[in-house]
Nanobody, 123 residues
Framework: QVQLVEFGGGLVQAGGSLRLSCVAS????????MGWFRRTPGKEREFVAS????????NYADSVRGRFTISRDNAQNTMYLQMNSLNPEDTAVYYC????????????????WGQGTQVTVSS
């Protein structure tokens, strides 16, 4: 079992930055691929980024590539999402996720989800 808790959401002006954190519980954290999804009211949930257990591989949605950076620290059971150059279209609830497979991340629903943290970008 993996339990996930997100931190770091909030209100920021367009062009600003935020860093989200996700703290995981469970001794097998280091063996799971991790990722972020986001959901806006009235829209489907959207894959944002993923990272392999070793941090060797990462993947990003086209909408955030070059602006967002995903990283993890297995020793601290923590994953991060550094978000730069934010714009109002990034406003959403952001979810930390974990799944055994990195290869299929974003193609379906990951196995574990956090409760979500709100990110609001004002224009």
């Amino acid at each position: 079992q993996v339990q996930l808790v997100e931190f770091g959401g909030g209100l920021v002006q367009a062009g600003g930055s935020l860093r989200l954190s996700c703290v995981a519980s469970g001794r097998t954290f280091g063996t799971y691929a991790m990722g972020w999804f986001r959901r806006t009211p009235g829209k489907e949930r959207e894959f944002v980024a993923s990272i392999s257990w070793s941090s060797v591989s990462t993947n990003y949605a086209d909408s955030v590539r070059g602006r967002f950076t995903i990283s993890r620290d297995n020793a601290q059971n923590t994953m991060y999402l550094q978000m730069n150059s934010l714009n109002p279209e990034d406003t959403a609830v952001y979810y930390c996720t974990a799944d055994p497979s990195f290869r299929t991340y974003g193609l379906g629903d990951p196995q574990y989800w956090g409760q979500g943290t709100q990110v609001t970008v004002s224009s």
